[in-house]
């Protein structure tokens, strides 16, 4: 939020500003967070909107991991064969 404001001074710091913010950006990764906020202050002239600059980490596919593991696996028992 520092950030926000040290970059656009209209962004207006308020109390429950603070609060909606922190309640959607909390959850996400900090760092790709911050590198969105920094590619936005080097190219818009607004402050973002919390969609702008959120990031949301991939759900994990279990279905996808099993099947790489099952290929492994695979891998494995042909080359012990030969």
């Known amino acids: 939020m520092e950030t926000i404001v040290a970059a656009y001074p ?3 710091l308020t109390k429950k500003r603070v609060e ?6 909390e959850c996400m990764p900090y760092e790709p967070v911050m590198a969105r906020l920094e590619k936005h202050i ?3 002239t607004m402050p973002p ?6 990031v949301k980490e991939p759900e994990k596919n279990e279905f996808l991991d099993k099947v790489k593991r099952w290929k492994e696996q695979v891998r494995a028992e042909r080359d012990r064969k030969h």
């Open 10 to 12: 209209s962004f207006e």
């Open 49 to 54: 909107s919390i969609a702008e600059i959120s």
């Open 20 to 25: 909606v913010w922190s309640k959607h950006l």
């Open 42 to 44: 080097e190219e818009k």
